[in-house]
T-cell receptor
Framework: AQSVSQHNHHVILSEAASLELGCNYSYGGTVNLFWYVQYPGQHLQLLLKYFSGDPLVKGIKGFEAEFIKSKFSFNLRKPSVQWSDTAEYFCAVFNYGGSQGNLIFGKGTKLSVKP | EPEVTQTPSHQVTQMGQEVILRCVPISNHLYFYWYRQILGQKVEFLVSFYNNEISEKSEIFDDQFSVERPDGSNFTLKIRSTKLEDSAMYFC?????????????????FGPGTRLTVL
């Protein structure tokens, strides 16, 4: 069965610091990978997604992620965080099992950015 | 911008009571999902639904759970007899189409969640 691991439970950074959140997945075949963000009191929103092609994926709000197949990783990065990036970040892999498929999420990483 | 809505935002219930969580998916979406997140744990898939039928369900989705699309707009999750361990945030999601093996994944749009507290 597929699984997703996010190793950082809570990350605290100062504004302008660089961010990297780790995500590892277990499945060895073709994968579709995602990062979702949940701002306090708001919906889960899609930040970026990877299907195929360029392993460096650009998302919204200056985020990017790199798919490294040999490391089973899809780490999220941002060169300079802002206070408004304070949120919880979820890595997910799409499970194509069955007729409709579903998302398998990691536990999430809470990011707190100090002004 | 269209969005998925969920009501109520917070539901408190006594153990053994029935609860119904409501979702209004995006209007042209055909595929619906429920996920849940127990505090401090992963977001977990519960069930997917299409054409008035369950497409898939996880092992969490036992006989205490049911889903329904009672009219053209609502999508509900019913827990027949709540247990303490059902306390969680429940997220509804919808997508326009299903994912096919050779096509790009079609994004699931999530609602804000309903926090269920079972006492």
């Amino acid at each position: 069965a597929q699984s997703v691991s996010q190793h950082n439970h809570h990350v605290i950074l100062s504004e302008a610091a660089s961010l990297e959140l780790g995500c590892n997945y277990s499945y060895g075949g073709t994968v579709n990978l995602f990062w979702y963000v949940q701002y306090p009191g708001q919906h889960l929103q899609l930040l970026l997604k990877y299907f195929s092609g360029d392993p460096l994926v650009k998302g919204i709000k200056g985020f990017e992620a790199e798919f490294i197949k040999s490391k089973f990783s899809f780490n999220l990065r941002k060169p300079s965080v802002q206070w408004s990036d304070t949120a919880e970040y979820f890595c997910a892999v799409f499970n194509y099992g069955g007729s409709q498929g579903n998302l398998i999420f990691g536990k999430g990483t809470k990011l707190s950015v100090k002004p | 911008e269209p969005e998925v809505t969920q009501t109520p935002s917070h539901q408190v219930t006594q153990m053994g009571q029935e609860v119904i969580l409501r979702c209004v998916p995006i209007s042209n979406h055909l595929y619906f999902y429920w996920y849940r997140q127990i505090l401090g744990q992963k977001v977990e898939f519960l069930v997917s639904f299409y054409n008035n039928e369950i497409s898939e369900k996880s092992e969490i989705f036992d006989d205490q759970f049911s889903v329904e699309r009672p009219d053209g707009s609502n999508f509900t999750l019913k827990i027949r007899s709540t247990k303490l361990e059902d306390s969680a945030m429940y997220f509804c999601a919808s997508s326009e189409t299903r994912a096919l093996a050779r096509l790009p994944y079609n994004e699931q749009f999530f609602g804000p969640g309903t926090r269920l507290t079972v006492l």
